[in-house]
């Protein structure tokens, strides 16, 4: 990961040597160690640092030359080296180096070394001495987040891609085509085209390198890329649109006279035959100090999210994105924000297939360097959340450049974490699927005994439904092809002769397989809801004394079954005005609703509709002159020749009916349930 730092902070380090060297008038060891540092050399600078310390006789000389040693060896980052840094924090501290510095430095060393709780200690150390400053807060919240994290891994599995992997550093994945059976990547190992040495690794310039996958899962050997793609200078991160025919990568170039200061930039090509096309710088703001590099290719070629420490960030390398306008031309540099972006560095942008970001950031609460992060966005493009992807994916080193083959949950990133070939590596990762069911048995809450044939319907957060019948054991399941991870589901059980109930269960949070149980207990019907004719005197709502008799039973019937919702509709004879008779039905409706709220139940399972005139009785019996099946409409009534007959019939017509919903009440929580009755 030195290695890939090291090529967005060329441009600025060369700058710094130049200055350096004015200011030395005669080259001591020292200031050749400083010189050597400046450029990132940090093996020879902690050679020539050592040296001066040999030499020196002044104790407060001897002890920052202990401490500069031990920030070589903290920049190296490799396992021993991060020993030695430790080893000389140490030594500095002991001998009484004057500046707080020391003890931040010490912490965050013994933090990538997993050594937490020694790390906090030296946190609090420096917090002491610089009250002001936020990074030892947050160094102890990542140390304990770090632990959490690695007693507690995801379930994803990590190895590491020996193909790729060397000795040198091997780092920055990306697909070469939509089928993601080609992996381009990073590589400083022997047999490139840059043959120049990186002071910062002691390994050659990188390469642009590929590896190709038959049919049979088996990797070919690597294979870099010919010029002009690679060139003397470091070639690094590439990205390709879906299509695998348009790429992105950075390039670092060396001082020429054309250009005495070093820069890092993005380049362009598009594949032509099995080859690509000479390599066109992008068109963005670069000047003399200011590097860009990690492009990131959205798959519709469109947009294009990068690193830069150019003007108008957060504090050190920030991701910024262009928006393509038309051929050749892009929008101006937009930063994506103080929430993604920090004092520290974010790298190595990815969009996902799903819209998520990735990338790589040592600014955010974190394990120890630098970790790899998910941003995730809502339709119109604001930010949801950021999460740590956690361990195995992150360590207490350097983790970034993570890629995914579309929205699978495989792919690749780059580490240097303990176990590997080199210094970076390059492993693979997968998400095993889990597998997951539902199942439960349905009982009759009263007596025990089984309830088959129950209708049991689901509903999931992700827009899954389905449903299925309890069998002759009460029995029901939903199978794998239906319980999916990360999903909350609610079930509805519904029969004729008991009340409908639901119950929810979630999936979140789950880590291995596992068969749900969610037993459901119906509660029968307690009694027949039956309502009597409530009948009016003509041109009144006003109850009659046996109709409040008749609601004084529904009421106790609506009592012991509290989830139950009823309409009423109340009627008229189609005397007086269709206007007239609809307002008085409505009130004939709403005084039996009253009337039941005074007595206890909730308002809400009551639904008053006058119906007017609009539904005549149908006679369900033979009474008088009145004949079972028969409609008492207008018509009718006026063929009785009895005004006695005439009369009973309207009184049949003026009354109030009712049915039960297909909703149910629940009354926990006061909400109205949809049944799949």
Same mark, same amino acid.
């Given at each position: 990961?030195?290695?890939?730092?090291?090529?967005?902070?060329?441009?600025?380090?060369?700058?710094?040597?130049?200055?350096?060297?004015?200011?030395?008038?005669?080259?001591?060891?020292?200031?050749?160690?400083?010189e050597a540092f400046l450029?990132?050399?940090?093996?020879?600078?902690?050679?020539?640092?050592?040296?001066?310390?040999?030499?020196?006789?002044?104790?407060?000389?001897?002890?920052?030359?202990?401490?500069?040693?031990?920030?070589?060896?903290?920049?190296?980052?490799?396992?021993?080296?991060?020993?030695?840094?430790?080893?000389?924090?140490?030594?500095?501290?002991?001998?009484?180096?004057?500046h707080a510095e020391v003890?931040?430095?010490?912490?965050?060393?013994?933090?990538?070394?997993?050594?937490?709780?020694?790390?906090?200690?030296?946190?609090?150390?420096?917090?002491?001495?610089?009250?002001?400053?936020?990074?030892?807060?947050?160094?102890?919240?990542?140390?304990?987040?770090?632990?959490?994290?690695?007693?507690?891994?995801?379930?994803?599995?990590?190895?590491?891609?020996?193909?790729?992997?060397?000795?040198?550093?091997? #780092?920055?994945?990306?697909?070469?085509?939509? *089928?993601?059976?080609? @992996?381009? /990547?990073? !590589?400083?190992?022997? =047999? $490139?085209? %840059?043959?120049?040495?990186?002071?910062?690794?002691?390994?050659?310039?990188?390469?642009?390198?590929?590896?190709?996958?038959?049919?049979?899962?088996?990797?070919?050997?690597?294979?870099?890329?010919?010029?002009?793609?690679?060139?003397?200078?470091?070639?690094?991160?590439?990205s390709l649109n879906k299509?695998?025919?348009?790429?992105?990568?950075?390039?670092?170039?060396?001082?020429?006279?054309?250009?005495?200061?070093?820069?890092?930039?993005?380049?362009?090509?598009?594949?032509?035959?099995?080859?690509?096309?000479?390599?066109?710088?992008?068109?963005?703001?670069?000047?003399?100090?200011?590097? #860009?590099?990690?492009?990131?290719?959205?798959? *519709?070629?469109?947009? @294009?999210? /990068?690193? !830069?420490?150019?003007? =108008? $960030?957060? %504090?050190?390398?920030?991701?910024?994105?262009?928006?393509?306008?038309?051929?050749?031309?892009?929008?101006?540099?937009?930063?994506?924000?103080?929430?993604?972006?920090?004092?520290?560095?974010?790298?190595?942008?990815?969009?996902?297939?799903?819209?998520?970001?990735?990338?790589?950031?040592?600014?955010?609460?974190?394990?120890?360097?630098?970790?790899?992060?998910?941003?995730?966005?809502?339709?119109?493009?604001?930010?949801?959340?950021?999460?740590?992807?956690?361990?195995?994916?992150?360590?207490?080193?350097?983790?970034?450049?993570?890629?995914?083959?579309?929205?699978?949950?495989?792919?690749? #990133?780059?580490?240097?974490?303990?176990?590997?070939?080199?210094?970076?590596?390059?492993?693979?990762?997968?998400?095993?699927?889990?597998?997951?069911?539902?199942?439960?048995?349905?009982?009759?809450?009263?007596?025990?005994?089984?309830?088959?044939?129950?209708?049991?319907?689901?509903?999931?957060?992700?827009?899954?439904?389905?449903?299925?019948?309890?069998?002759?054991?009460?029995?029901?399941?939903?199978?794998?092809?239906?319980?999916?991870?990360?999903?909350?589901?609610?079930?509805?059980?519904?029969?004729?002769?008991?009340?409908?109930?639901?119950?929810?269960?979630?999936?979140?949070?789950?880590?291995?397989?596992?068969?749900?149980?969610?037993?459901?207990?119906?509660?029968?019907?307690?009694?027949?809801?039956?309502?009597?004719?409530?009948?009016?005197?003509?041109?009144?709502?006003?109850?009659?004394?046996?109709?409040?008799?008749?609601?004084?039973?529904?009421?106790?019937?609506?009592?012991?079954?509290?989830?139950?919702?009823?309409?009423?509709?109340?009627?008229?004879?189609?005397?007086?005005?269709?206007?007239?008779?609809?307002?008085?039905?409505?009130?004939?409706?709403?005084?039996?609703?009253?009337?039941?709220?005074?007595?206890?139940?909730?308002?809400?399972?009551?639904?008053?509709?006058?119906?007017?005139?609009?539904?005549?009785?149908?006679?369900?019996?033979?009474?008088?002159?009145?004949?079972?099946?028969?409609?008492?409409?207008?018509?009718?009534?006026?063929?009785?020749?009895?005004?006695?007959?005439?009369?009973?019939?309207?009184?049949?017509?003026?009354?109030?009916?009712?049915?039960?919903?297909?909703?149910?009440?629940?009354?926990?929580?006061?909400?109205?349930?949809?049944?799949?009755?």
């Amino acid at each position: 990961m030195r290695n890939a730092l090291s090529l967005l902070s060329f441009v600025l380090m060369l700058s710094l040597t130049a200055l350096a060297q004015d200011g030395y008038q005669k080259k001591t060891k020292k200031s050749k160690a400083d010189e050597a540092f400046l450029v990132q050399n940090y093996y020879d600078a902690a050679a020539l640092y050592k040296e001066a310390y040999l030499k020196e006789k002044n104790r407060a000389k001897k002890s920052e030359l202990t401490f500069l040693q031990a920030e070589c060896w903290r920049m190296v980052a490799t396992p021993q080296a991060l020993k030695k840094a430790e080893s000389m924090y140490k030594r500095a501290i002991k001998a009484k180096y004057p500046h707080a510095e020391v003890y931040l430095r010490f912490a965050q060393v013994l933090q990538l070394q997993q050594k937490f709780d020694e790390a906090v200690e030296q946190y609090q150390k420096y917090q002491q001495l610089k009250p002001e400053d936020d990074r030892p807060a947050k160094g102890i919240e990542s140390c304990a987040f770090a632990k959490e994290a690695l007693d507690n891994p995801t379930r994803y599995n990590v190895d590491a891609l020996d193909i790729a992997n060397s000795r040198a550093n091997d #780092f920055a994945p990306s697909f070469g085509n939509g *089928d993601y059976d080609v @992996l381009f /990547f990073t !590589s400083a190992r022997d =047999g $490139g085209v %840059g043959k120049g040495a990186d002071g910062s690794t002691g390994q050659s310039y990188t390469d642009l390198w590929s590896v190709k996958r038959d049919k049979r899962g088996n990797w070919s050997k690597p294979v870099v890329f010919p010029e002009p793609m690679n060139t003397g200078a470091h070639e690094a991160a590439t990205s390709l649109n879906k299509r695998g025919n348009e790429m992105y990568f950075t390039r670092c170039e060396e001082s020429s006279k054309e250009k005495p200061v070093p820069t890092c930039e993005i380049y362009f090509s598009k594949k032509k035959g099995k080859g690509w096309t000479a390599p066109v710088l992008l068109p963005l703001p670069y000047d003399s100090v200011t590097t #860009f590099g990690h492009p990131s290719i959205s798959e *519709d070629g469109k947009i @294009l999210y /990068f690193a !830069s420490d150019m003007n =108008g $960030g957060y %504090g050190g390398k920030d991701i910024w994105m262009v928006k393509k306008m038309k051929r050749d031309e892009w929008s101006e540099p937009i930063n994506l924000g103080d929430q993604i972006n920090t004092s520290g560095d974010e790298l190595f942008p990815f969009i996902h297939a799903d819209g998520a970001l990735y990338f790589a950031s040592n600014g955010h609460v974190g394990m120890g360097g630098m970790d790899i992060y998910k941003a995730e966005f809502d339709a119109e493009g604001t930010l949801l959340s950021i999460s740590n992807m956690k361990s195995p994916i992150n360590s207490p080193l350097d983790d970034f450049g993570i890629i995914f083959e579309g929205k699978r949950e495989v792919g690749y #990133f780059s580490s240097n974490r303990t176990g590997g070939k080199g210094g970076d590596d390059i492993y693979q990762f997968n998400l095993p699927s889990l597998t997951l069911t539902l199942s439960g048995i349905a009982t009759d809450a009263n007596t025990n005994s089984i309830v088959g044939g129950a209708n049991v319907s689901l509903m999931g957060t992700d827009g899954t439904t389905a449903t299925t019948i309890t069998d002759n054991s009460g029995r029901y399941e939903f199978g794998k092809d239906v319980i999916s991870e990360g999903v909350a589901y609610e079930l509805t059980i519904s029969k004729e002769g008991y009340l409908s109930t639901s119950a929810n269960e979630t999936t979140f949070g789950v880590r291995e397989s596992q068969d749900f149980v969610l037993d459901f207990s119906l509660e029968p019907t307690k009694k027949e809801i039956v309502l009597p004719r409530i009948e009016y005197d003509f041109n009144s709502a006003k109850l009659r004394q046996e109709s409040k008799v008749a609601l004084d039973a529904l009421v106790a019937v609506l009592l012991d079954n509290p989830t139950v919702i009823i309409e009423l509709r109340s009627h008229t004879d189609f005397r007086a005005g269709t206007e007239f008779n609809m307002g008085l039905s409505q009130n004939r409706a709403q005084v039996c609703v009253d009337y039941m709220v005074s007595k206890g139940v909730e308002p809400v399972r009551l639904i008053p509709i006058g119906m007017g005139e609009t539904e005549p009785y149908v006679m369900d019996r033979k009474d008088g002159r009145l004949k079972m099946g028969v409609a008492l409409d207008e018509s009718y009534i006026n063929s009785l020749r009895r005004e006695k007959d005439r009369e009973k019939a309207h009184q049949y017509n003026r009354r109030t009916d009712f049915k039960v919903l297909d909703k149910f009440y629940n009354p926990d929580t006061g909400e109205i349930l949809k049944s799949d009755n």
